[in-house]
């Protein structure tokens, strides 16, 4: 645990709106300042600062926290990393606090495993270049992949060789333990031996924006499966908020970016001059990826398989990228399978060219189409033609409807008219079932059904409202976590959900001195339950009525429901409400 006092002194020296300004622009209202969420696409802002509390709500996608919960998700840290630079900007040395939290909490150290990483590196390159062990990956690198050293290098790529333990006895001599070594990702244990996760493979170090080395991807020189393998999520690196080669690509002058499927697509177009290409990690690409990319660009060229899976994938990353305000092309290659192929075959020219004719959206769906049926067919040509009105019906922007609408009655013939009124169409179905959805959500979320974080709220939303309420006004003004309602102080048996209960146990067995942090429940609670803590004390901030009557009358409903429940309701009878509620 890091000292309450110290955690207080830091936040005391960091203002909760100069640190969110210089990722969120910000206007003032009345005493709160609001700015677009940057952890959700959207275009009027419901991301909230409040000043007085010292924290953030976002009414669009519920993130909510402090400093330390806003660092730690926009710089994709966790909680030490995150109170760390908060640390420092303060001018406060955290270090003899850090070895002891990581222990308790991970096992392992970010700067352990960035120091790690980096050895790892360099053991994976001395190797590859070995005369006789690097001989098989060299031959992969130059000979199949025809790398050039110059590629190599700036990739710092390597090898793990297949002996079985040679990067754990190297990191074992330079004193990582062997939990380090396992949690790090660079050992993996087999009847107490323990040998090298990667062994085997070619490596291809991750570096991040801020030029450190912060995973590995290993691929295997044979047949054998998995083909690629990935370091998991470790206290410095997080899979699915990453991007391959964006070290390098953010630096292109080229205004726009290629996104590929894999490692290889990447390095062999840097390698022949195309530094703006990147990929994700062996995943779909996801919002936190495409905000990411956003940062960077609003031009991404996208370079999928051409078959059923890499449709699918390039559909889905058109949605996604769309959503963050970046302008999607589809790369056509013909003649070739990927990138790579494609200009070992016909050279970086004609790749040139590929580029500066890649599609747009609308282009691309019809070409799949013309790939998928035969339009001289009318059978075919009905069927494609029902798969464009979709696709058009699908579509948010007016013009671009109109355009596309347009251009399919030239392409199949067939009067603008009839094409328009089968989208009009599809759109009202589509509008129908949004409608439909929209109400089973809303009155899901207002019975709290599916509350991952608090799943006993739906067994009496008014008592639990309640509760949260009571939570609310405590993180407001600590001092009513020991207040006196009707004779009896506020205890944990006042609590008829679980979370509740568990929240405020932390709150008074935290809070000595009457004064509670809320930075504290990272210690305990996940990202979730700390958001939920803090959207509790957003609802308090933007209601006028926090005064002692408010608080008494709340804990007051929440007795007389426990009184009135006592008799009725059993354990038995609070299972099978959940276990009704699961079902659905
Ligand atoms: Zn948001």
């Given at each position: 645990m890091i000292p309450k006092s110290v955690i207080e002194n830091i936040k005391a020296r960091c203002d909760i709106e100069t640190l969110i300004s210089s990722y969120v622009n910000l206007k003032r209202t009345g005493s709160n300042l609001k700015g677009l969420c940057p952890f959700h696409s959207e275009k009027t802002p419901s991301f909230t600062v409040y000043p007085g509390t010292q924290s953030f709500y976002c009414f669009g996608c519920g993130a909510a926290g402090d400093a330390v919960s806003f660092l730690m998700k926009a710089e994709n840290l966790d909680y030490m990393a995150a109170l760390e630079k908060l640390a420092q900007r303060a001018g406060i040395n955290l270090s003899e606090y850090e070895n002891d939290y990581r222990q308790k909490s991970s096992g392992v150290t970010r700067t352990r495993v960035l120091e790690m990483n980096l050895e790892a590196a360099r053991f994976f390159r001395d190797q590859l270049n070995?005369?006789?062990?690097?001989e098989k990956a060299r031959a992969y690198f130059f000979?199949?992949?025809?790398?050039?050293t110059h590629i190599v290098r700036r990739f710092g790529l390597g090898y793990d060789p297949d002996r079985g333990d040679s990067l754990v006895k190297k990191l074992t001599e330079l004193g990582y333990t062997k939990e380090e070594i396992t949690k790090g990702f660079f050992g993996r244990e087999y009847n107490g031996r323990q040998y090298d996760y990667f062994r085997g493979r070619v490596m291809f170090p991750i570096i991040d924006t801020a030029g450190q080395v912060i995973a590995f991807g290993g691929r295997v020189l044979?047949?054998?499966?998995?083909k690629y393998l990935n370091t998991s999520d470790t206290p410095a690196f997080k899979k699915l908020k990453n991007l391959f080669a964006l070290n390098y690509a953010?630096?292109?002058?080229?205004?726009f970016m290629i996104l590929c499927e894999g490692y290889m697509d990447v390095i062999s177009l840097h390698d022949a001059g195309f530094e703006m290409a990147v990929a994700t990690l062996g995943t779909a690409i996801n919002d936190e990826q495409a905000r990411l990319l956003s940062k960077y660009t609003n031009k991404v060229i996208l370079s999928y398989d051409s078959d059923e899976a890499g449709q699918k994938a390039t559909k889905r990353a058109i949605d996604i990228l769309e959503k963050t305000g970046i302008e999607v092309r589809i790369l056509k290659l013909t003649g070739a399978k990927d990138p790579d192929e494609y200009i070992k075959k016909f050279g970086a020219d004609a790749f040139r060219k590929v580029i500066e004719s890649s599609l747009g959206k609308f282009e691309y769906k019809i070409d799949t189409l013309r790939g998928k049926y035969d339009l001289s067919v009318s059978e075919q040509k009905i069927r494609a033609l029902d798969e464009v009105t979709y696709f058009i019906a699908d579509t948010q922007s007016r013009v671009e409807r109109e355009i596309y609408i347009k251009q399919s009655s030239e392409i199949f013939g067939v009067s603008q008219k009839s094409v328009e009124e089968d989208v009009l169409r599809k759109r009202r179905i589509k509008e129908k079932k949004n409608r439909g959805e929209r109400k089973d959500k809303l009155i899901a979320q207002t019975a709290g059904l599916?509350?991952?974080?608090?799943?006993?709220?739906?067994?009496?939303p008014t008592l639990a409202r309640a509760e949260e309420a009571v939570l609310g006004m405590i993180f407001l003004?600590?001092?009513?976590?020991s207040r006196t309602v009707d004779g009896s102080p506020l205890c944990e048996?006042?609590?008829?959900t679980a979370f509740g209960a568990r929240l405020f146990r932390f709150v008074s067995e935290n809070s000595p001195d009457g004064r509670f942090d809320m930075t504290l429940l990272n210690e305990t609670f996940n990202e979730g339950e700390v958001a939920r803590a803090f959207r509790m004390l957003a609802e308090r901030n933007e209601?006028?009525?926090?005064?002692s009557e408010a608080f008494d009358g709340c804990v007051r409903v929440m007795r007389d429901s426990k009184a009135r429940n006592s008799?009725?309701?059993s354990l038995e009878s609070i299972l099978e409400f959940r276990r009704k509620n699961s079902k659905q």
């Open positions: 070995d005369e006789q062990t690097g000979g199949k992949r025809r790398l050039s044979d047949d054998s499966k998995p953010k630096n292109s002058k080229a205004g599916n509350d991952r974080v608090n799943p006993d709220f739906a067994i009496d003004r600590n001092e009513y976590i048996e006042d609590f008829s209601l006028e009525n926090n005064g008799a009725g309701s």
